[in-house]
């Protein structure tokens, strides 16, 4: 197996300190620039396969219905269809569905989680929600599912919907808070205010969802210290099962970077990294004062014993994870894939009997290793044992260079079977993973 380049770059850069336009947020192994329609054959191929015997399966939605687009937003949504458009992009899904569920590869599974994303899940209306799961739930039932998640907008819930959503089997609610602060959430093009985000929060926790998370981002455009300290402050005052926190990042495709580039300006309008992993830092610290536990690189949960994140985790040790709707990524067997990015080509290849899918790519047993790899540890540690097992590799001889490099920056540690980041390494651990890249997937960050 080829071996991960040499590291030439100092991993304290100046040129790494200012946020730039560009995706840093490792959500996948390889990049996505080496995704290609040429693939698209091997999703059938595998779908065309026996069912594995060892393998979890997810069931992702994607729902890209929105009231707003955020500023900083770079993911497929919709702000202008109506209800008979949603109503055909649903019936579209369904149609999707169906037509995997009599796939080899998927027939009589059952998703070990099911997770809806967005766009804005919670846009649907109750009547529409309800038929898009019971659906769901007849070609792939929920009765041995650990979980299911369900991102929504504060000011999209209404105490009725919000009953609903519990009603229909959600068991880990994720809201959309992101701050707390009603001029940064105007400034940053957010749909919600403050008053939605306490009455949402408030009454879903009287519903006995097994979680109740919260997302908040770090370094928004407007944001002080001294906002940020009072928004943390208000998150644990209002005691949610879980926190995500994110650091404010500017894609290619968000307004932001549009205006940045009509402007021609190279640096975003938003908090540089040394500053966001000092508040994240701060917040983390803030956390654990108050009971929360941190684990992973963007996560504190208040009861570490049962409040767990099965999809993520299951994910990145590589779960299955059949995914739908428009511009989803998913994969099977190690092939990855992703659905056509527009609505239209997506439900035309549903009207003619075909899957949806625009690229893919086909990993090969050390490309999903590093994928694994990568992905756990942003969790903060990694047990070599684990890789030893499943993929017959040694990570401490495979990834010696990389390891050397950056523990020698004092970002983390090998302590016997377990390679561990400190509080520094796992602030900035998106940066870092791109060191255990094979040398012809590296200087992709930004596609």
Request: aromatic share 14%.
């Amino acid at each position: 197996m080829a071996e991960t380049a040499e590291i030439n770059t100092p991993l304290d850069a100046e040129a790494a300190e200012q946020t730039e336009a560009g995706n840093y947020f490792v959500a996948n192994y390889p990049p996505f620039s080496f995704w290609s329609p040429d693939y698209v054959g091997e999703v059938e191929r595998v779908l065309d396969g026996p069912t594995p015997e060892d393998s979890n399966l997810g069931v992702y939605f994607h729902i890209p219905f929105c009231r707003k687009r955020c500023h900083f937003c770079y993911f497929r949504v919709y702000t202008d269809k109506n209800a008979a458009e949603i109503n055909a992009y649903l019936e579209a899904g369904i149609r999707e569905f169906e037509r995997y569920s009599q796939k080899p590869y998927l027939a009589g599974r059952k998703p070990q989680f099911v997770y809806f994303g967005g766009g804005t899940p919670s846009y649907l209306s109750i009547s529409q929600l309800q038929d898009l799961t019971s659906r769901m739930k007849d070609l792939f039932p929920w009765d041995e599912t650990e979980e299911v998640a369900f991102e929504a907008e504060p000011g999209t819930l209404t105490e009725k919907k919000l009953e609903a959503i519990r009603e229909i089997g959600i068991t880990r609610l994720s809201l959309g808070i992101e701050n707390f602060d009603d001029h940064i959430l105007e400034v940053n093009g957010r749909a919600h205010r403050s008053k939605e985000a306490f009455r949402a929060l408030g009454f879903a926790q009287t519903l006995g969802f097994d979680q109740v998370n919260i997302d908040l981002i770090a370094g928004m455009m407007d944001e002080t210290e001294e906002n940020w300290k009072r928004c943390v402050d208000t998150a644990i005052e209002n005691e949610p099962d879980c926190v995500t926190i994110y650091q404010m990042e500017i894609p290619y495709n968000t307004t932001i970077y549009k205006e940045m580039k009509e402007t021609g300006k190279v640096t975003a309008p938003v908090a540089n990294w040394p500053t966001k992993r000092d508040w994240v830092d701060w917040a983390f610290n803030r956390f654990e004062e108050a009971g929360y536990t941190v684990n992973s690189a963007y996560t504190v949960v208040k009861n570490p014993d049962d409040v767990k994140f099965v999809y993520r985790d299951s994910l990145w040790e590589g779960s299955d994870l059949l995914s739908a709707g428009v511009a989803s990524f998913g994969h099977f067997g190690g092939v990855h894939y992703q659905n056509q990015a527009d609505v239209g080509p997506y439900m035309t290849a549903l009207d003619n009997g075909e899957f949806p899918i625009f690229r893919a790519y086909a990993t090969d047993p050390e490309e999903r290793l590093i994928r694994e790899f990568v992905l756990q540890l942003k969790l903060g540690q990694i047990s070599v044992a684990y890789f030893q097992e499943k993929y017959g590799e040694n990570v401490l001889e495979k990834f010696a260079a990389p390891l050397k490099y950056i523990e020698s920056e004092g970002f983390l540690s090998v302590e016997g079977d377990t390679v561990k980041f400190n509080r520094q390494g796992l602030l900035q651990v998106d940066r870092l993973l791109h060191e255990f890249f094979l040398s012809h997937h590296r200087n992709a960050r930004y596609t």
